[in-house]
């Protein structure tokens, strides 16, 4: 496989993996909720849309989840790996996942790219409160 090297070190294989062929890359018609944030050093941008159903217990699931992210390896992969991670998820599980886990799940990522992985946790955080305050807004209408 291709190894990745960048001024920030070089990038293990399942990063590779996850880069080139990125799961649940584009966007969800009508999603519930949407999540953009971006980071003004490095000027990555992601973009999460997320749809939410109900399961068997009654509790909310991440039901579907895509990105859209404009950015580097490390950004692409962890958006890439969340999406797998949250995908079925109750949205209190999904919020639960933070940085340690997508990087964990990525099997590491060069230290000066752990700020990427911050990026995909807070997008997904976003998206769910998005989610939540549309849902406040239609029961207060
Ligand atoms: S370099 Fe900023 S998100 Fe990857």
Redesign the pocket.
Known sequence: MTKIISK?GSYNQKVVKCFKNPKNYGQIKNPDGVGEVG?P????V?KLYIKVAKNKKGEEIVKDIKFETF?????IA?SSILTQIAKGKTLKEALKIDNKKIIKSLGGLPP??V??SV?AANALKKAIGDYYSRNDSKKNE
């Open positions: 920030a980071n050093v490095c000027g990555d992601m950015g580097c390896v490390a950004a962890t000066i790219k700020h990427c990026l």
